[in-house]
């Protein structure tokens, strides 16, 4: 059984920075797509980023392209957001996801395994 485990929110200034790490456990975390998705208060959930197998190819929303970083380390199992110039609106609770067949998605339904959510608020 694969666990996913969020940590890095925290309370930012609009304009600052912040990184998420996902840490996993069980499986083959080498052969998994990534993705992070957010919801916001009183907003559906929504994709963020995701990153395929080997991290070739990523792919962002539009509402985080120039601003945010996926990344994977294959070693530590771990996958990353780096999120700079952060906005109020970015304010959320980030999840990570995982999908064993390797290929990236943007849909959530996609995705097979969870973590808990790490909360991020943006100031003004």
């Known amino acids: 059984q694969v666990q996913l485990v969020e940590s890095g929110g925290g309370l930012v200034q609009a304009g600052g920075s912040l990184r998420l790490s996902c840490a996993a456990s069980?499986?083959?975390?080498?052969?998994?797509?990534l993705g992070w998705f957010r919801r916001g208060p009183g907003k559906d959930r929504e994709f963020v980023a995701a990153?395929?197998?080997?991290?070739?190819?990523?792919y962002y929303s539009d509402s985080v392209k120039g601003r945010f970083t996926i990344s994977r380390d294959n070693v530590k199992n771990t996958v990353y957001l780096q999120m700079n110039s952060l906005k109020p609106e970015d304010t959320a609770v980030y999840y990570c996801?995982?999908?064993?067949?390797?290929?990236?998605?943007?849909?959530?339904?996609?995705?097979?395994?969870w973590g808990q959510g790490t909360q991020v608020t943006v100031s003004s």
């Open positions: 996801a995982a999908v064993v067949d390797g290929h990236y998605y943007t849909l959530a339904g996609a995705y097979e395994h």
């Open positions: 069980g499986g083959t975390f080498r052969s998994y797509a």
């Open positions: 990153i395929n197998w080997n991290g070739g190819s990523t």
